[in-house]
Structures are given as C-alpha cells and as structure tokens.
C-alpha cells in the first residue's frame, strides 16, 4: 500500500486516527510505503519528520523521487554517481568556455529554488555534449507547497529549463510515471494489482495509481472534495473513496 | 531584405565587404531590417555595437525579439505594460505568500542569465492567476553566443521553466514564429514574397524566411558548410546561396 504524504498530514498536524491505522495496517499484514514526488529532503529528512509527527516509520519505507532516480540509475547499472557543482559565478569574459566534467553520465534534475543559470548551462552541456548522457527527471510536477500560503513553481520549471536548452525530453522517474510501481513490486515480489496508491488528488495520485495498474483509493481529507469527485467534468474514478484514511478504522470493526 | 547577426560578424569582426554592401544594397533602393533572436540589448544598444563595427545602420532598422514583444503587444493595443521586479529575496517561513501585481496583463520572457526562482515563481503566479495574461516569450532557441568558445543555454531555458511551472504554451514573437515578417509586410507595405531574408543557418534562418512566405539567401559565410546544404539529409534549401553577403557586390559587377 502506498501513502502520500496529504493523506497524512495537513500543514504541520497529523490528520486523527492516522497513527492507530497505520498499526492496524501493519498488524493485518499490510506493507506501507511512502512515496512523494518532493526530492529535496533525504529518506533520513523524511524519517524525521514523521518521528516529529509521532510516527512509527522506518526509512525504508519512504520512497522519495529522488530514491526512485537513484533506484533506477542502480536498476540499469549505472556505473557511477557523480554530484554537478553549484553557486559557481560565471565571468562571461570573450572567449569564456564553462568547463564541464565530461564523465558525468546523467543529469539529475530536482525541484532547486537555487537553481541559476550556471547550473542549467552546466546540466544542459552534460545532456548535450557527453556521448549516452541520460536526463533524468526526479518529476516535473507544475506546482509544489514549499508554504502552504500559495502554490509554487515546482520540479517543471526546473526540468523545463533544461529540456528547452538541451532539446531532449527526460526519463520521469517520479508521480505519474510508474518506475515506482514497478520498482516496489519487483522488490517485495508482489504483483502491481496487489499494490493500493491511496492519495487525496484526482489527477496525480490516483491517476498514477491507475497508470501503474494498481488500486486506487481516494480520500477525501485533503485536496479533492466529494463534489469535485462526482462532478461529471471528472473523467478519473478511484477503485474506492473514503473520507479519511482513519476509516479503515470503522471498516474494521465492521468486517471484525 | 532582413539580415541576420553571423551574416554582418564574426566574434568582433565585421565580415569582408559588408560596409560596401549595405551601401550599395540601398543605393539601389533596398530597405535593410536587421533581426536578431538576442531580446537582451536594446535597439540603442544595437546601433552602438553596429556603430562601432564602423556600420552606418540606423535604429529604425534593428528588430530584436524584445522590440517585436512590444510590437505585437501594441497591435493587439494591449491597454499597458508593466515590468515585474527581480532580484528580491525568497524568505519561507510557514505561511510565507509571495505577492503579486494582480494587473500584470502579460509575462514577457526572454533570455537572462540572471534568471532565478523568484522571477521564475512570480512570472508563474501572474500566467496562472491573472485572467487572461499572456504568455509571450521572444524566443526558444536553445542555444545563445554569450561568448564565442561554446554554445550556451538560451532563452529556451528561462521560457521552459515558466512554460514548466505554468503549464501554458507561450505565443513566440522572434523566430521562427512569423510574427515579424507579418509586422513589417505590413508596416512597409509590401508583400512578403518581396522580403528576402538572409542568414547563415537553415534550421532557423533559412526555415524562418520560408515559413514567412519570403524568399530567402543562405551565406556560407557562418555556421552552415556548402557540404552540409548539400547533404542528402538535409531538408531546407534556400532560393540561393552564396559565399557572402559581399558576392551582391560582383552580382551588381556582373548586371552594371
């Protein structure tokens, strides 16, 4: 089963019932795994704002989509990682050639709100220069909530950079592409229809869910409201829907 | 006739014959427009670098991509134009919202190698929020000649991220798109199979004229080899092409 973070959380409070129905969960047998599209924070970052949350959650269970870039560069058996360097100042001097690192074999492409034109000049000469480089996109989401008061350019502007100064297209390895799916059933053995994506967004969550040939499971808790779910402008139906993720809660001591 | 920046110079040197040329060209009755994709120096600037090149071109006859932003602005009679602010500094504390200026009726995106995430989010918040701001960029091109050592990433860069963020497809006013030759078909009063456009690159120049309906003149004088317009992969063939822009000179000869 995985669960987006939204689901979980609303600003900085737990959304009730969250930690009693991840233990159910766990102790019916349920796998949890986390996944975000943010690759900003590390799986250790993300294990402790869960514990700061009161939640019991190992980092194994969290699948950022800068794990799922690095998940995939070990899943075609990348030779090796090498980081590009920022916050360098360009001289733009007659002649002045940017130097780049003419073994670096992918660029990996993230939300940065430092990102500045040394870095796109120097990923885009990567993409274009070295021979088999690969371009890689932790997602390319429009939007992200770096404060909750608006909605900020996100991961795409970054991508979108990139993509318009090298003319290539980047392999998504984040929400919606479904490397993830295939990547969780390979490791735990498990088939992607046994896989549930629960999450609060129409066209994000769920639809990844569905493009990943998994069930999917809408709650109500965050984004998408009951009315946006059953207008008839909305193409995209969730195998379930519920309120909160609590409500396994109730559907337990139904079926109990 | 337009012609194109790398038909005039190379790095800071004016090409064999150019100044006898223009001269003759107009002797003869040509109107000469110089058009560039470079929407970061004004036509003033222009004139001065012309200038010093030791060229008698006037500003009236400079169309930069940024001039055609503003030309296409004032045939739509787009009621104002308003310029957002950059440089300001990004604080994130919770609840932290960027402010914006609700009239800004269109984002103009060009080439700017100080572009940054606050630019980048505010040029976002005014195409995602303000209703029915326009998107314009002056250009896509994926490469610019910040210095001549290397090919540097261009306003395809600063355009994607917004186009990234925003998730609009923005209205090109520089080439390729044909913005210009409708304006000065039309400013002129002439037809467009009457312009000629010069240039030293099939996919843009070349297609460029092409696209607009004029009769184009490709210079091996820069970027494109008589090899590479004669290779069997190659799709664009201009009306004619020459050395240089100074073979008109030994046309006239050849006519007198």
């Known amino acids: 089963m995985n669960i987006s973070a939204g689901v979980i959380w609303k600003g900085d409070k737990l959304i009730d019932g969250v930690p009693q129905t991840l233990d159910m969960l766990r102790s019916r047998g349920k796998r949890l795994v986390f996944v975000t599209n943010n690759s900003t924070k590390s799986r250790k970052q993300y ?5 700061t949350l009161g939640l019991n959650v190992t980092e194994e269970e969290i699948f950022a989509s800068s794990f799922a870039a690095a998940a995939y560069l070990k899943s ?10 920022g916050g360098k100042k360009i001289e733009l001097k007659p002649g002045f050639l940017m130097e780049h690192d003419k073994d670096v074999g992918a660029v990996v492409v993230g939300f940065d709100r430092y990102f500045n034109y040394y870095k796109v000049q120097y990923g885009t000469l990567c993409v274009r220069e070295n021979p088999g480089c690969l371009f890689i996109a932790t997602n390319r989401d429009a939007v ?6 608006q909605e900020w350019a996100g991961g795409g502007s970054m991508v979108g950079a990139i993509a318009g100064s090298s003319q290539r297209e980047p392999l998504v390895v984040g929400k ?10 390979n490791k735990f053995g498990i088939l992607k229809s046994q896989i549930c994506m629960v999450g609060d967004r129409l066209d ?6 569905q ?10 808790s965050g984004v998408t409201t009951l009315s946006m779910l059953q207008d008839p402008s909305n193409s995209i139906q969730p195998d379930f829907y519920t ?14």
């Open 47 to 51: 294990g402790k704002k869960f514990e």
């Open 76 to 85: 075609i058996n990348f030779p090796k990682e090498k980081k590009e360097d």
């Open 144 to 149: 992200t909530h770096l404060t909750d008061a």
């Open 176 to 185: 919606p592409s479904t490397f993830m799916m295939d990547y969780l059933a």
């Open 204 to 209: 994000t969550d769920i639809l990844f869910g």
């Open 211 to 220: 493009n990943g040939g998994c069930k999917t499971l809408l709650v109500l």
């Open 243 to 256: 309120n909160k993720i609590s409500d396994f809660l109730s559907l337990k001591a139904a079926t109990a």
